[in-house]
């Protein structure tokens, strides 16, 4: 288990260039001071003058996931679940996190499932893990395989599918500027990668049919 935690700790693989050295609160607050310079605004203006201060406190919030461990979320397991070894699938979980590229949101839904072996994890834990991977900063494939990758190593259940669905804001306000359109990935480990047909009961228990 140390081991699994350590992997999903920052600085963990999942971050290519982990930071240590943060810089101060202060620093961060000039940087934003720039930014809105580099707007054509006045940061001296009375609307804008508390503006770096807030910003900051919001990064500190909307990338909050760099100081959480998703391995630990999911430490807690029961095993008193009457014997139930089916699919457990978590749906509709919302979340809003931020492309690598753009630094603008990405807004969407993750759906998580997974055939326990044993042991079940609490429902919120899934979505305190799909949390902590969209408060850094993503592409969504990488999203996707962090989610089911976590669960898969540390629940060892027999199998974990995932899909997220997500609109990307810098493809709606700036660049191609395509509003509307929707980027699926999905991620399969175990069971669900070796048989198509329980992919497709994943998928239909997603779209809302009984599977
Ligand atoms: N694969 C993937 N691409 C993403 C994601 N989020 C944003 N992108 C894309 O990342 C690419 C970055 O392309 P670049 O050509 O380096 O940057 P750019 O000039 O800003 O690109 P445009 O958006 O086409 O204007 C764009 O095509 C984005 O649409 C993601 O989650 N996954
Ligand atoms: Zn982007």
Redesign the pocket.
């Known amino acids: 288990m140390d081991a699994v935690i350590k992997k999903f700790m920052p600085p963990s693989a999942y971050m290519e260039k982990p930071v240590t050295d943060r810089p101060t609160e202060a620093e961060a607050e000039a940087a934003v001071r720039t930014l809105l310079r580099w707007t054509g605004d006045n940061p001296d203006r009375e609307g804008l003058v508390d503006t770096p201060k807030r910003v900051v406190k919001a990064y500190r919030e909307m990338f909050g996931g760099y100081d959480k461990c998703p391995a630990e979320e999911l430490g807690r397991t029961f095993e008193e679940v009457a014997g139930y070894d089916d699919l457990v699938l978590v749906k509709d979980i919302t979340f809003h996190s931020h492309?690598e590229?753009?630094m603008v949101p990405?807004i969407g839904k993750a759906h998580v499932g997974y055939l326990p072996d044993g042991k079940v994890v609490g429902l919120s834990k899934i979505a305190r893990v799909v949390d902590i991977f969209a408060q850094r900063l993503?592409?969504?494939?990488a999203m996707t395989a962090q989610i089911a990758g976590v669960i898969q190593d540390v629940l060892n259940p027999r199998g974990v599918a995932v899909m997220v669905e997500a609109e990307?804001m810098?493809?709606a306000m700036r660049?191609?500027r395509k509003e509307g359109s929707t980027t699926l990935t999905s991620t399969f480990t175990g069971v669900f990668k070796d048989t198509p047909e329980e992919q497709v009961r994943f998928v239909t228990m997603v779209r809302g049919g009984r599977g």
């Open positions: 492309c590229h753009h990405i993503q592409t969504q494939e990307h810098c493809m660049g191609i």
